[in-house]
């Protein structure tokens, strides 16, 4: 009986470990899409100061741009 209740215990905690993490959804979904436009608008500001540089020419920045 003692093996029943023990193993109901770690059934229960296991259950919860996978399932609460799974029942909070998606938290910060927009902060995570606004940093990911701020990397990308750094990316292209880069490109544009390589260009400035000379480190890269113009065709190759359109193409960086394109992707």
Do not use: C, N
């Amino acid at each position: 009986m003692l093996f029943w209740v023990i193993a109901a215990i770690l059934t229960l905690g296991a259950s919860l470990a996978v399932l609460l993490p799974l029942a909070g959804g998606s938290k910060g979904g927009s902060a995570s899409s606004d940093h990911d436009l701020e990397v990308y608008r750094d990316q292209l500001s880069e490109l544009d100061l390589d260009v400035a540089r000379g480190l890269i020419q113009p065709a190759e920045a359109e193409e960086a741009r394109a992707e």
